[in-house]
């Protein structure tokens, strides 16, 4: 080896090392069928369920166990089948959502839009929904026992069969049951 290249190697390793590079040599890219592609953003969001629900408004049956979701405008999305158990959803825009049998016990909806919302056969047990707009939802089989209904609005919404058993409705309007 010539004294050039060899000053040339000492400069490229003292420049790894001084980047904290533990491999001198920089392997060649293989076309290793059993190697796995980078993740794309649209990979990353399956990873994380909120990510997954901002980029693609689609989190069906996804976890969401005390997610913070507070005043995030997720009208339309589908969120049905999801775990929304202790889920922050404080003055959230939810209108046109589907959250149909979605787990919602000891969520905050405080002063949530929820318009239109589907939210057939959806658990809503102790779950505060107060001044939170429900104006055409579907409560179809819904539970809200002793859920926190202080103001809501109810107004066409459909409560066939929805049980309401223990539930503070002071102040609720448009309650037909």
Same mark, same amino acid.
């Given at each position: 080896?010539?004294?050039?290249?060899?000053?040339?190697? *000492?400069?490229?390793?003292?420049?790894?090392?001084? *980047?904290? !590079?533990?491999?001198?040599?920089?392997?060649?890219?293989?076309?290793?069928?059993?190697?796995?592609?980078?993740?794309?953003?649209?990979?990353?969001?399956?990873?994380?369920?909120?990510?997954?629900? +901002?980029?693609? +408004?689609? !989190?069906?049956? !996804?976890? /969401?166990?005390?997610?913070?979701?507070?005043?995030?405008?997720?009208?339309?999305?589908?969120?049905?089948?999801?775990? =929304?158990?202790?889920?922050?959803?404080?003055?959230?825009?939810?209108?046109?959502?589907?959250?149909?049998?979605?787990? =919602?016990?000891?969520?905050? /909806?405080?002063?949530?839009?929820?318009?239109? @919302?589907? /939210?057939?056969?959806?658990?809503?047990?102790?779950?505060? /929904?107060?001044?939170?707009?429900?104006?055409? @939802?579907?409560?179809?089989?819904?539970?809200? =026992?002793?859920?926190?209904?202080?103001?809501? *609005?109810?107004?066409?919404?459909?409560?066939?069969?929805?049980?309401?058993?223990?539930?503070?409705?002071?102040?609720?309007?448009?309650?037909? +049951?």
């Amino acid at each position: 080896m010539n004294a050039k290249t060899m000053l040339g190697a *000492i400069a490229l390793a003292g420049n790894l090392l001084a *980047i904290g !590079c533990t491999n001198a040599v920089e392997q060649p890219e293989t076309t290793n069928p059993t190697q796995t592609a980078p993740t794309t953003t649209a990979q990353n969001a399956t990873n994380d369920p909120i990510e997954q629900l +901002r980029s693609t +408004r689609q !989190c069906s049956g !996804c976890n /969401l166990q005390g997610a913070n979701l507070e005043n995030l405008d997720l009208s339309g999305v589908d969120l049905s089948n999801a775990n =929304l158990m202790n889920a922050d959803l404080d003055e959230a825009n939810l209108s046109n959502a589907n959250l149909s049998s979605a787990n =919602l016990v000891n969520a905050d /909806l405080e002063k949530a839009n929820l318009s239109n @919302a589907n /939210l057939s056969g959806a658990n809503l047990n102790n779950a505060d /929904l107060d001044e939170a707009n429900l104006t055409g @939802a579907n409560l179809q089989n819904a539970t809200f =026992l002793n859920a926190d209904l202080e103001d809501a *609005i109810l107004t066409n919404a459909n409560v066939t069969g929805a049980d309401f058993q223990g539930a503070d409705l002071e102040g609720a309007v448009g309650l037909n +049951r």
